[in-house]
């Protein structure tokens, strides 16, 4: 074993996929990519992610207490990093990175047509955001695009290093 610094422990324990958080305010909806995220519960379902008091987000998140998380396959890959390169404080990213706003459902920000999967949330808990950035969401309403087949997703090794979905195992569960 070789010792690791503390700083890129997160390299090793990120929880899932990188998605796109969608928010709206004041008529304009905004995405941001974001990858600190885990599922807390199951029903209702409850997702913890972090958004990060700098992003353009994060004061309409905490302001409106909706969101919609959509989950991109490999094949936008280039477009989620542009994503998180970029503030929806300088331009429209859904313009820039031509991503297609669908109308939602139970939330005002819009769902993402090109991912495969979309989430509508609400905030529930906020307790932990003033010291984690930490907001915990419900999902009201979940989207699939049935045309995806078997989509890939893309996960975060920190400092432009991703990792794809590797092959499906099948394993005894006695998860239902």
């Not at 905004?30 to 885990?38: C, D, G, I």
């Not at 969401?137 to 996960?155: G, M, R, S």
Request: overall charge positive.
């Amino acid at each position: 074993m070789r010792e690791l610094p503390l700083p890129k422990v997160f390299q090793f324990l990120e929880p899932g996929p990188v998605v796109l958080l969608t928010t709206a305010r004041k008529g304009r909806a905004n995405v941001m990519a974001m990858s600190w995220h885990t599922l807390v519960d199951f029903e209702p379902p409850l997702v913890a992610c972090v958004v990060s008091s700098a992003d353009y987000s994060f004061d309409a998140l905490r302001a409106t207490k909706e969101c919609v998380i959509a989950v991109p396959a490999v094949e936008l890959a280039e477009k989620v990093v542009q994503v998180g390169n970029s503030s929806g404080r300088d331009i429209d990213k859904f313009e820039a990175f031509n991503l297609t706003p669908l109308p939602a459902e139970r939330v005002k920000p819009p769902l993402i047509a090109e991912c495969f999967a979309n989430f509508e949330c609400v905030v529930v808990d906020t307790r932990l955001v003033h010291k984690y950035c930490l907001f915990v969401l419900e999902v009201l309403k979940a989207w699939t695009d049935p045309k995806q087949k078997n989509p890939k997703t893309i996960h975060h090794r920190g400092y432009g290093t991703f990792a794809v979905d590797g092959e499906i195992m099948r394993l005894k569960s006695k998860m239902r």
